[in-house]
């Protein structure tokens, strides 16, 4: 294996890797309260992109980083889809009066 290949592999495992907490996290606890829509779902299309980049070009290790990374993306997107609107139903419910 080359070096430049190594890199990639090691790359691609940091940076995928470093999804795992959120993911995790976020459907352990279902709180999606400090996830930006937005920002989540413009950075899963950009991750697409970045996999159909690495299928072009045939670079396996881009290619497996970012399909995983795509993997823990959108999850964390549903999640935030899914719960995110639970919790503004949920806040939508009126508080009983202090007594």
């Not at 279902?30 to 950075?43: A, T």
Request: avoid cysteine.
């Amino acid at each position: 294996m080359e070096v430049s290949d190594m890199l990639g592999y090691a790359a691609a495992t940091l940076t995928t890797a470093s999804f795992v907490p959120q993911a995790w996290r976020t459907f352990r606890t279902k709180d999606v309260s400090g996830i930006s829509l937005r920002m989540y779902s413009v950075f899963t299309l950009g991750v697409a992109v970045w996999l159909a980049y690495g299928i072009v070009l045939g670079e396996v290790p881009m290619m497996i980083a970012n399909a995983s990374t795509l993997v823990l993306a959108l999850a964390v997107l549903v999640m935030k889809l899914k719960y995110g609107k639970n919790a503004k139903a949920g806040d939508a419910k009126p508080r009983p009066a202090a007594a």
